[in-house]
């Protein structure tokens, strides 16, 4: 009479080879669908790349020439940045109990328990 450990052994040494041949076989199979997708991209690229170089060509040679631009008389001084307009909040109570019970939502206590000292906007 077998047992079962005799029984599975009877079975891993009968099935190595089917096992061994369904594993290269399916990664040999991905490996080769994943280098044809490669190729095809590749191709693709190519093929598409030369299609707008074509059409940049073709769009070159039908626009006009540019005419020279007119001589600067002197370097212009560049503007200062313009100053960030502060916005003034209407309802800032709104806004505070908001903020104040996203955090607690977040931090997962109640409003009461949580305490903010001061909320800085930044851009």
Known sequence: MLTNMSLWAMAAA????PFLTVFVLGFGTV???????ILIITLLGKILKGTNAK????A???A???QAAAPVAAAAEPEPAPEPAVEEIEDRESMVAA???????VMGEDVSGIRILS????D
Do not use: M
């Open 14 to 17: 009968t099935t190595d080879l």
């Open 31 to 37: 490996f080769v669908g994943l280098l044809a997708l």
């Open 55 to 58: 059409e940049a060509a073709k």
């Open 60 to 62: 070159a040679t039908a």
């Open 64 to 66: 006009p020439a540019p």
């Open 99 to 105: 903020i104040s019970a996203a955090i607690a939502t």
């Open 119 to 122: 909320i800085t906007r930044i």
